[in-house]
């Protein structure tokens, strides 16, 4: 049986780790991506914010055998990665697709990769590649540089330690719904909707 100090501090936890949906209404009308695609991804995303603090909160339960709780605790990196990825893809859109060029980021961009337009490429590339996933601009705090990843299944290829700087969701649901095959076009309204000032932000924010 839980002591009466581990059942009190179950509890708090459990009132402390819920997650809340985030509103992302304002996204509604962006040029590329119809309500109807949107609307569908937003509820995609709740779904994962649910699940995850469901797991939180069965993980709890004493009753779980050991199989049970492995399966859960495995499961929740799974959910909280997809959770998490919707709102860094979310928070990076709504802008006007235009960077600049004096900023520290475009500046880092530029050095590493020789220009700018190198980087995109290869971030485009990456996005194309067969499969579905994530494609995530990463920072290395330890070095500086940056990569850019292909994540799959939300929780696997992360780099381990580095920062995500900018997100693209190239699963499915992201774009098939309005664009079928044409993975390219959607790429392209991904980089036309792009908030820059978040990205940027993020790149600053982050330990040097």
Do not use: C
């Amino acid at each position: 049986m839980m002591s009466t100090f581990a059942i009190a501090l179950a509890s708090l936890f459990l009132a402390a780790a819920p997650y809340t949906v985030k509103d992302y209404q304002h996204l509604i009308g962006m040029k590329g991506f119809s309500d109807q695609l949107l609307t569908m991804h937003f509820k995609l995303y709740e779904g994962y914010v649910k699940n995850t603090n469901d797991l939180i909160g069965q993980l709890q339960s004493t009753s779980l055998t050991p199989l049970e709780y492995g399966a859960l605790k495995r499961r929740l990196g799974w959910e909280f990665d997809g959770m998490r990825l919707h709102e860094y893809y979310f928070d990076n859109l709504g802008g006007n697709g235009q960077s600049d060029q004096k900023s520290p980021l475009f500046q880092t961009l530029t050095k590493q990769w020789g220009s700018f337009d190198k980087w995109k490429a290869d971030f485009i590339k990456t996005g194309s590649m067969r499969g579905i996933g994530w494609v995530v601009l990463y920072r290395d705090p330890q070095t500086g540089l940056l990569y850019n990843a292909w994540i799959e299944e939300h929780d696997t290829g992360h780099l381990a330690g580095a920062n995500p700087i900018l997100v693209m969701d190239v699963f499915e649901h992201a774009y098939m719904p309005q664009y079928g095959l044409d993975r390219a076009a959607y790429i392209n309204a991904f980089f036309a909707n792009l908030n820059w000032k978040t990205v940027e932000e993020r790149f600053v924010k982050r330990p040097h």
